[in-house]
């Protein structure tokens, strides 16, 4: 075979692919087409440069499909290297980080500053239209101080733990989300919100995505991890999960350590209004599209009870 037939016959077989490929996407497309989907984008997930251009790629082809995509992100590791580089030491209380007045600063400059301009600018650089919010604009969402207990092991008291400016969504006013995405907009969100006292909260990224899912009655929730999805007791992944059988597998700790606040956050977006809702690993390519335009997904499927 010529080179010239080689070539041709190689562009046969992948226009056939493509092809092939599309007619699957369809109807995934047509499902999802004027639905909101909210991506939490992790704050691992965000580390790689290339990674990052091709998210906010395939995100900037679901709005083009139709889809009404909406990113909440996070920052946890590019907030410690900027308190670090800032000579602010963190104090970690219940493994959640303390967050004073100072700090809370720093974390409004990193999360609704730097890191989300800098999403904002991979995604407008794809040929999306982006535009950065934070829960604070239009008064989007507000907090709530969080107040957590622990059991002190000693004395086995219950004690309140006050982590300071550390706050979870108590309201979704979606006013401006529906203006935003009416204008064929995508918006990208840094999780800071004002309090009833008038005072800005540092809200975790996955809460507050869920909280923002909720509102806006999503027909999915995508976190972005950099996990695969929830694992059976042999490292398989488990591909979907209703809220009964998720509960199951952390009562005999299937599921356990970190992955449990994750999965109980997804079951609080499920009773909160969410279609559903899926945890997928955000370093893989094209994680996103694989999950909504395929008939395998890409993740572990977090659906209500039948």
């Known amino acids: 075979m010529t080179k010239e037939n080689k070539k041709s016959a190689e562009l046969i077989v992948d226009g056939d692919l493509q092809a092939r490929l599309l007619s699957e996407a369809l109807p995934f497309m047509q499902t999802y087409a004027g639905k909101s989907v909210v991506i939490k984008?992790?704050?691992h997930a965000m580390g790689d440069k290339e990674l990052g251009k091709a998210f906010a790629r395939d995100v900037a082809l679901l709005r083009q499909s139709g889809v009404e995509p909406i990113v909440v992100h996070g920052g946890g590791p590019q907030i410690g290297a900027m308190l670090s580089r800032m000579g602010i030491e963190s104090e970690f209380r219940g493994g959640m980080r303390v967050t004073d007045r100072p700090t809370v600063e720093i974390v409004e400059m990193v999360l609704a500053g730097s890191i989300n301009k800098r999403i904002v600018a991979d995604f407008n650089a794809q040929g999306a239209r982006a535009i950065g919010l934070c829960g604070k604009d239009g008064n989007m969402v507000k907090a709530t101080k969080m107040r957590r207990r622990q059991r002190d092991p000693d004395s086995n008291i219950e004690q309140i733990?006050?982590?300071?400016?550390?706050?979870?969504?108590?309201?979704v006013d979606i006013e401006v989300l529906d203006m935003v995405v009416g204008s064929g907009?995508?918006?990208?969100?840094?999780?800071?919100?004002?309090?009833?006292?008038?005072?800005?909260?540092n809200v975790n990224a996955d809460t507050f995505a869920g909280a923002v899912a909720g509102a806006m009655d999503?027909?999915?929730l995508l976190f972005l991890t950099d996990v695969p999805g929830v694992l059976d007791k042999k490292g398989e992944l488990i591909k979907q999960l209703t809220i009964k059988q998720a509960r199951a597998l952390i009562k005999d700790e299937t599921i356990s350590g970190g992955m449990i606040p994750k999965v109980e956050t997804c079951i609080k977006a499920l009773e909160g209004g969410v279609e559903g809702v899926v945890i997928v690993n955000g370093k893989a390519p094209h994680a996103v599209?694989?999950?909504?335009f395929t008939e395998h997904g890409a993740g572990t499927l977090f659906v209500h009870d039948e």
Do not use: M, N, Q, S
């Open 41 to 43: 984008y992790g704050g």
């Open 161 to 171: 733990i006050d982590l300071g400016f550390v706050g979870e969504p108590k309201e």
């Open 185 to 201: 907009l995508i918006p990208i969100i840094a999780p800071v919100a004002f309090g009833d006292d008038g005072e800005t909260y």
């Open 218 to 220: 999503a027909e999915r």
């Open 289 to 292: 599209l694989l999950e909504l």
